[in-house]
């Protein structure tokens, strides 16, 4: 007998996700848009003074709300570290994109071999690799840091893109080595008969087999990149190269950030990313699951 | 054949000079590193530095505060190129005795610093000296304070505390009359303002955390931090305290009038009276730091030079122009920190300026503060000092709210002082 969901129930178990994560956007919202004065007054109604936009114009455009200007205000709540947001969306996406590229260039191949192929070193080698994400990340930043500053890639996307390549192979290589082993071995064995090389079967036969895994493995390590905060803030030497974990950390931590002008930038650095997680993240949970149930 | 191509080589090389332009006319570049506190203030007196200096250039890299001093041991040691820096009170001995930095005497005209010590604030001096050398000139200096909202104090018939027993009785009085938790604390064992501030409320009661020798006393039960921290305590278990984990925090916690009492840097007293943001702008006042000396922990963030930068002439001719554009005389950009932010200052001609106590007024009480400065005391930082920190400020974190014992707390972080001490002074 089929059992039914209860709908009430179901409701309700929704509408607490919902709160808990959409929620801090709706708040982040509403305080981008609310001066101080109003948000943080008891005594005064949330929207006694209707909405303004004028954090947002100064993020874009530098041009300082106009409660700056008052009689006896000072500057001590304004910073142009909010200016950096939108700026730093598109470096995270520049620095995200290239790390995922080279993570499937490289992960990809190295996960087919270790699937499929018998080779000196294979297992210490595939334990090396899929063990090293356990080495605490703040042990790494003093040897990667000199390490780039000796070839001359601190302060660029450079340096930034291949350490975030580097910290997400690991799970690429593994995810996709799964996915490789779970082919049947007779496609290959065909291929073989046919006068397949190993890189004709990899690109010709199990590339676009897996293509859908292929493209969910790119996207988590897009996501790893994309919100990687301890590289990227040691990485990075000014604004030009700034991702947005760092930006936000610097917004997050300093007096001079008014609350609004916090919630400002967090409403615009939220939104991209939610649109992008909206799209994909189903792509990325569907074939994921997915590739681990079929044979 | 051969003369035709010496010719356009040579007419090449020369060409490529000329685009090149001479080696001895291209700017000299510093690197300053910062952390991101009001960039845009920043870079507006880089290119105002800029523009009076021609040939110097200056690019400002910033990192965040909590990561600032890690993130520039890793310049240091990764040999990363940094010319001028910020230093702070509690890492300039470390990084002293690292030869990371040198002291300005190596690299300014002789004479020039003497100088411009006659108008520095005796704490600040002294927390940018090191064995007798001045390492920084002032970005900023300022004094711990204790905060209070001037109306509620007034509404609910108190007056200003000037006791610590006073604060608890003041608090307890709101609690009473339904304020929740009448006290911010800025509460995060992260930060050495954790720490800092601590001292800052025993330096009321007249405590001396160490000895002559340097050595720790603050747990001798009839010491003044003893004391402070059993009162910490206390008012933690009377739920008197609103923890917040950062100052950025507080400034809006006390503009919800939902308190009366914070013990914040002054700037943050400028932040919270800020008419342009805050609904509560103006409510806020400094009081002397309860306790029977009232008084209080004074520090200074400066500007330091680099020891690499020190040991290059051309570097160090353009990194002294530097840090005495941004902290010499006339004051400029000292004079534009305080009107503009509402930073303290190290140079005290300022208090006699009206570009600055003008500005000032609005948000604080000028002659309460220049007193605190006058009795305000630099703190004892060692090259030990921030190694000791990291270990007694979850100490200090737990001690507060109950997790353990004051007595045990303090003999634990005397301990712990004491064979550091050992250990360094040895070195």
């Known amino acids: ?295 | 054949m051969n003369i035709t191509r010496r010719l356009f080589a040579g007419m090449a090389v020369a060409g490529a000079a000329m685009l090149g332009g001479p080696a001895w006319a291209e700017d000299l570049t510093l690197e300053f590193v910062v952390w991101n506190y009001s960039l845009d203030t920043i870079q507006d007196n880089v290119r105002q530095f800029e523009a009076a200096n021609p040939g110097i250039k200056v690019k400002v890299t910033d990192y965040t505060w909590p990561d600032y001093q890690d993130s520039l041991i890793l310049r240091f040691r990764g040999n990363t190129q940094t010319d001028v820096i910020y230093g702070g009170q509690d890492w300039l001995p470390a990084w002293a005795a690292a030869g990371f930095v040198a002291p300005l005497e190596d690299i300014a005209p002789k004479g020039t610093v003497d100088d411009l010590k006659k108008d520095i604030a005796g704490f600040a001096l002294s927390d940018m000296t090191y064995k007798g050398k001045l390492y920084g000139l002032p970005y900023y200096a300022d004094t711990i304070s204790f905060v209070y909202n001037k109306k509620i104090l007034g509404d609910a018939g108190i007056a200003v505390p000037q006791t610590w027993e006073e604060v608890t009785a003041a608090a307890e009085k709101l609690k009473a009359g339904g304020m929740q938790r009448p006290i911010v604390y800025e509460y995060n064992q992260e930060l050495p303002n954790f720490f800092d501030a601590f001292v800052a409320q025993s330096y009321g009661r007249g405590a001396e955390l160490f000895d002559a020798e340097q050595k720790a006393v603050f747990n001798d039960p009839q010491n003044g931090a003893f004391q402070q921290l059993e009162w910490l305590a206390d008012a933690f278990k009377k739920e008197l305290v609103q923890p917040e984990t950062h100052e950025s925090k507080i400034i809006p916690a006390m503009n919800t009038g939902k308190h009366a009492f914070t013990i914040v840097y002054n700037y943050v007293l400028a932040a919270l009276n800020n008419k342009g943001d805050q609904p509560r702008a103006g409510e806020f006042a400094l009081a002397p730091m309860p306790g029977q000396a009232h008084a209080t922990l004074g520090f200074s963030k400066f500007y330091a030079v680099t020891a690499k930068t020190a040991a290059d002439p051309k570097r160090a001719e353009a990194a002294w122009k530097f840090i005495n554009f941004m902290a010499g005389k006339p004051y400029t950009v000292a004079k534009r920190w305080a009107g503009e932010k509402g930073l303290g200052f190290g140079q005290l001609p300022l208090f006699d300026d009206p570009a600055v106590i003008e500005p000032w007024a609005k948000w604080i009480d000028v002659p309460t503060l220049s007193k605190q400065v006058a009795t305000a005391k630099a703190g004892t930082w060692t090259e030990w000092s921030a190694v000791w920190s990291a270990y007694f400020r979850p100490l200090l974190a737990k001690a507060m709210v109950g997790e353990a014992s004051v007595a045990d707390t303090m003999k634990d972080g005397a301990e712990r002082w004491n064979t550091l001490r050992e250990q360094f002074v040895k070195q």
């Open chain 1, 1 to 295: 007998m089929k059992r039914r969901h209860n709908p009430i129930l179901t409701f309700l178990f929704a509408g607490l996700i919902l709160l808990f994560t959409g929620g801090p956007v709706v708040l982040s919202l509403i305080g981008s848009v609310v001066p101080d004065r109003i948000l943080l007054n008891s005594d005064a109604g949330l929207f006694d003074e209707g909405i303004n936009f004028e954090t947002y114009r100064y993020v874009f455009t530098g041009e300082l709300p106009s409660g700056y200007l008052t009689e006896g205000a000072n500057r001590a709540m304004i910073s142009d570290a909010a200016r950096q947001v939108p700026r730093s969306l598109w470096n995270s996406t520049v620095v995200a994109f290239a790390a995922m590229v080279l993570n499937l260039l490289l992960g990809a191949p190295a996960a087919f071999l270790f699937a499929r192929y018998a080779f000196p070193g294979k297992k210490i080698s595939f334990l090396f690799l899929i063990l090293s994400p356990l080495v605490p990340t703040v042990a790494l930043v003093t040897p990667i840091y000199m390490s780039l500053q000796a070839v001359g890639l601190v302060g660029t996307q450079l340096g930034i893109i291949l350490v975030h390549t580097a910290k997400a192979l690991p799970f690429t290589v593994l995810i996709l080595s799964v996915f490789f082993r779970k082919m049947p071995a007779e496609l290959f064995e065909a291929a073989m008969l046919d006068h397949c090389s190993r890189f004709q079967a990899f690109t010709r036969i199990a590339v676009p087999l897996a293509l859908p895994s292929i493209g969910a493995t790119g996207l988590f390590a897009f996501m790893l990149s994309y919100s990687e905060y301890m590289f990227s803030m040691v990485l990075s030497g000014d604004a030009e190269t700034r991702p947005v974990s760092v930006v936000m950390a610097a917004l997050a931590r300093n007096t001079d950030v008014s609350w609004s002008l916090l919630n400002t930038g967090i409403f615009i650095a939220i939104v991209p990313t939610l649109l992008l997680v909206a799209l994909i993240w189903r792509f990325v949970v569907e074939d994921l699951l997915g590739g681990s149930v079929k044979g």
